[in-house]
């Protein structure tokens, strides 16, 4: 049986080198870009989210694998969840990568990220995704009005 830290190194290049929901998504009524200006990693994400549930997602983005395969986990994590759910998991996610008890109820899908505390220096490469969906669900693209 593997161990997170194995898991984690194991999902990330499977992600990374086979990116999951890439793209953009034609009709997205919520996006946002992030950028981490330390290591130029970048992540934009779209969002088609209607009856307060994320119906869609792609995600584009550039930089180290662990940045790539982060959007790519997510997007399939979300899709189908409601919004509300979402914002939990974002807590969830950060909580899972920094603290030996993460609050909230995780995916199993997401489990690898559970490894990702035996590399302190990759936390921001794995929440930058999970940041742009934040932000993403404060900025609709929707016409007001």
Same mark, same amino acid.
């Given at each position: 049986?593997?161990?997170?830290?194995?898991?984690?190194?194991?999902?990330?290049?499977?992600? #990374?080198?086979?990116?999951?929901?890439?793209?953009?998504?034609?009709?997205?009524?919520?996006? #946002?870009?992030?950028?981490?200006? $330390?290591?130029?990693?970048?992540?934009? $994400?779209?969002?088609?989210?209607?009856?307060?549930?994320?119906?869609?997602?792609?995600?584009?983005?550039?930089?180290?694998?662990? #940045?790539?395969?982060?959007?790519? $986990?997510?997007?399939?994590?979300?899709?189908?969840?409601?919004?509300?759910?979402?914002?939990?998991?974002?807590?969830?996610?950060?909580?899972?990568?920094?603290?030996?008890?993460?609050?909230?109820?995780?995916?199993?899908?997401?489990?690898?990220?559970?490894?990702?505390?035996?590399?302190?220096?990759?936390?921001?490469?794995?929440?930058?995704?999970?940041?742009?969906?934040?932000?993403?669900?404060?900025?609709?693209?929707?016409?007001?009005?």
């Amino acid at each position: 049986m593997l161990d997170a830290r194995s898991l984690y190194q194991s999902v990330i290049l499977d992600y #990374a080198k086979s990116p999951r929901n890439e793209g953009i998504l034609q009709g997205a009524t919520h996006q #946002a870009t992030m950028r981490n200006p $330390l290591c130029g990693d970048r992540v934009t $994400l779209h969002l088609m989210v209607a009856d307060a549930s994320v119906r869609d997602a792609k995600f584009e983005g550039r930089g180290c694998l662990i #940045a790539r395969a982060s959007p790519s $986990l997510l997007t399939e994590a979300i899709i189908g969840m409601s919004v509300t759910d979402a914002f939990e998991l974002i807590m969830t996610v950060e909580s899972l990568t920094t603290n030996a008890s993460p609050k909230g109820r995780l995916p199993t899908a997401l489990e690898p990220f559970r490894g990702a505390r035996a590399f302190p220096a990759r936390h921001e490469c794995v929440m930058l995704a999970w940041r742009a969906l934040g932000q993403a669900f404060a900025s609709s693209l929707e016409p007001k009005g």
